[in-house]
């Protein structure tokens, strides 16, 4: 099994929060255990920033669904490797909170504080939602 993970982001559109994204992450996290694919998804008003992985052709067709969507526009993507392991094994789509984005963790990662993830390299985009993940595990366990 070739196991890939692709990371990208995209632009809200206009008019898309609250209910559109609950139902996107529910609609995901279905989708996602029934086709073996785990990752991250985080966003503002403004941006989607999404890390997917399984084997190489579950998070293709799951990629090209995704950008037939016209809940978003211009994706951008931003890495898209092999690996030998998952780093968000344990989520069928984790759902970054807007509350784990704070400022030191955007400025440690882009040049100022503002989430803007078409300013990341593949590696930073990695490091971010892995910085995310860890943070909001974290303000999960505290609540
Ligand atoms: P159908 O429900 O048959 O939809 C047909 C078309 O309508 C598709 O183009 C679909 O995108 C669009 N659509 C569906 N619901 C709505 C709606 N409420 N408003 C407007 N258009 C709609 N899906 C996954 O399976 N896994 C993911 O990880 C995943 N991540 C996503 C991340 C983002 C940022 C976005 C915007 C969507 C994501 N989705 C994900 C949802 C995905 O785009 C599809 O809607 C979903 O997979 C169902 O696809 P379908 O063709 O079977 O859907």
Redesign the pocket.
């Known amino acids: 099994m070739r196991l890939v993970q692709l990371i990208y982001c995209?632009r809200v559109v206009a008019g898309?929060h609250g209910t559109?994204i609950t139902?996107?992450v529910d609609?995901?996290r279905?989708?996602?255990t029934r086709?073996g694919?785990t990752?991250a998804?985080c966003?503002n008003a403004n941006f989607?920033l999404?890390c997917?992985e399984g084997e190489r052709s579950a998070v293709n067709e799951?990629y090209h669904?995704?950008?037939?969507?016209?809940?978003?526009e211009h994706a951008l993507l931003l890495r898209y490797d092999q690996i030998s392991k998952r780093q968000f094994g344990d989520w069928s789509?984790g759902y970054l909170s807007s509350q784990a984005m704070a400022p030191d963790l955007l400025l440690q990662f882009g040049s100022n504080d503002r989430f803007d993830p078409e300013q990341l390299g593949a590696d930073a985009a990695l490091d971010f939602l892995l910085a995310l993940k860890a943070r909001s595990i974290r303000l999960r366990e505290a609540a």
């Open positions: 995209s898309v559109a139902s996107i609609v995901s279905f989708n996602n086709d694919v990752g998804l966003f989607f999404q997917l799951t669904r995704i950008l037939r969507d016209p809940r978003h789509m």
